[in-house]
């Protein structure tokens, strides 16, 4: 007579498996959308604000010269916030309108770029950084080993980079930004499979429908960050300037 209680363990081991999965894919699923929304918004942006001869057009001043550019560099950052501390009061469907809105805000911040770095380099980074990310996040996914530590040291670490590129603003020392710029690299590989496993943590069986896409969207964004700060480190570091 086969062991009834093996055999529940058993199926819900899959059940909870099939779970993990569904929800990790819904979490890469939004990132990589996010990434699209920024990537079509900086391309969009730059051209628009950038004429065949190199010369910036009305657009452009307005996004580039004029003080609408700390409203653009500043929004993102206010609806990090948003997200942050009030996701849990959100429908699934606001926190998603929310994070694509943060996405595009970024890709419209991002089309400075093509000012100071060519287009070939930045494209290098970025497959670059794709490539990285993706064996670091599989790390997280995968390891048996508990990250915790490792966590809260970068994260440490995360909280005087932020210092030091703040007073560095103020110096404007290059050799310095370049050191900050590869200090940054190791803080967010570090920190891209320490959230994976955080992330995948996060996942449980019993949350509701609604819980579960928070928790997807919250991801995605912890994720997403990860990403763009690697790009933009890797891309200080080896970018091609105009």
Do not use: C
């Not at 894919?25 to 990589?32: D, E, F």
């Not at 048996?144 to 909280?159: E, I, N, Q, T």
């Not at 955080?198 to 912890?222: F, S």
């Amino acid at each position: 007579m086969a062991d009834t209680r093996f055999t529940t363990q058993t199926g819900t081991q899959v059940q909870i498996d099939q779970g993990l999965r569904s929800y990790m894919l819904r979490v890469y699923n939004y990132m990589g959308a996010g990434l699209a929304i920024t990537g079509a918004a900086a391309y969009g942006t730059f051209h628009a604000a950038v004429d065949a001869t190199g010369a910036l057009t009305p657009l452009g001043n307005a996004v580039f010269v004029s003080p609408l550019k700390w409203v653009l560099i500043l929004a993102p950052l206010a609806m990090v916030m948003l997200l942050s501390f009030r996701i849990e009061k959100m429908s699934v469907s606001a926190a998603q309108l929310t994070f694509w809105a943060y996405a595009a805000l970024v890709g419209v911040s991002f089309a400075s770029l093509g000012l100071i770095y060519t287009a070939a380099s930045i494209a290098q980074v970025f497959f670059i950084t794709a490539g990285a990310f993706g064996a670091l996040s599989l790390y997280g996914y995968t390891t048996k080993r508990d990250l915790a530590g490792l966590g809260s040291f970068l994260f440490m670490g995360l909280m005087g980079l932020i210092l030091a590129s703040l007073v560095n603003l103020w110096f404007q020392n290059g050799m310095m930004g370049m050191v900050l710029s590869a200090i940054s690299v190791l803080i967010f590989t570090g920190l891209t499979a320490w959230d994976t496993q955080q992330i995948k943590e996060m996942y449980y069986e019993a949350d509701d429908v609604a819980t579960l896409g928070r928790k997807a969207i919250m991801g995605a964004l912890r994720l997403y960050l990860n990403f763009i700060n690697l790009f933009l480190s890797l891309l200080r570091l080896f970018g091609n300037r105009n």
